[in-house]
């Protein structure tokens, strides 16, 4: 069995559970119990109803996506609704995900989780975070890396500027770093008697 490739491009490419770069073939007695072994294309401990939804998978953990709940600064787990506040204006579900809940109101945590609303307000402290991921292709460029904006048609060929150059240095520093570790050497093992 293999991911089909329009989920591995769309949802593993952002999910916390990926683990390779390559779309490889799981053996039919992973399927339904793959290991976390690193040559498996998901860290998932089940890998079921992948064709369910198409170009979705149910399984879906998203990194620090720009534009969801979970990565908004009124998103608080501990209030009702999930949200600190009580107006929550054309609250939408962007991502089909894995679903978490409680007794009464089961899955409701996790659809919160992956929805948004007009009101959304990138927590400060993910910032880093964002732009480190979005540079690495591990969520998508739907922000403005200066402003922390989301991407408009007004700005989108200025945004688009921006990451090439963020993509353009993070190789070169990149570079830098194996350069470097070429000539570190690892410390000889000292003995209790030296």
Same mark, same amino acid.
């Given at each position: ?5 329009? /989920? ?20 039919? *007695?992973? /399927?339904?119990?793959?290991? *976390? ?11 079921? &109803?992948?064709?369910?939804? *198409?170009?979705?998978? #149910? ?25 600190? #506040? ?6 939408? &579900? ?5 679903? /978490? ?74 570079? #830098? ?11 000889? &093992?000292?003995? #209790?008697?030296?």
């Amino acid at each position: 069995m293999k991911i089909p490739d329009d /989920v591995f491009e769309t949802r593993c490419r952002y999910c916390r559970h990926r683990q390779t770069e390559e779309n490889r073939e799981i053996p039919d *007695k992973y /399927v339904f119990f793959a290991p *976390k072994h690193k040559e498996m294309p998901c860290g998932i401990m089940g890998i079921s &109803q992948h064709n369910k939804v *198409k170009g979705e998978c #149910l399984s879906f953990l998203p990194n620090y996506i720009f534009g969801i709940c979970s990565t908004c600064q009124h998103d608080n787990m501990f209030r009702e609704n999930y949200c600190i #506040l009580d107006e929550q204006p054309n609250k939408r &579900q962007l991502y089909i995900a894995s679903s /978490v809940g409680d007794a009464t109101t089961p899955g409701y945590y996790s659809k919160h989780r992956v929805s948004t609303c007009d009101n959304y307000v990138v927590k400060s402290w993910m910032v880093p975070f964002m732009k480190k991921e979005a540079a690495e292709g591990r969520i998508p460029h739907n922000f403005d890396p200066v402003t922390m904006q989301a991407i408009g048609v007004d700005n989108e060929s200025v945004s688009a500027e921006a990451w090439a150059e963020i993509e353009r240095m993070q190789q070169e520093t990149k570079k #830098l770093v194996e350069k470097t570790n070429q000539y570190v050497s690892e410390p000889e &093992q000292l003995s #209790l008697f030296d």
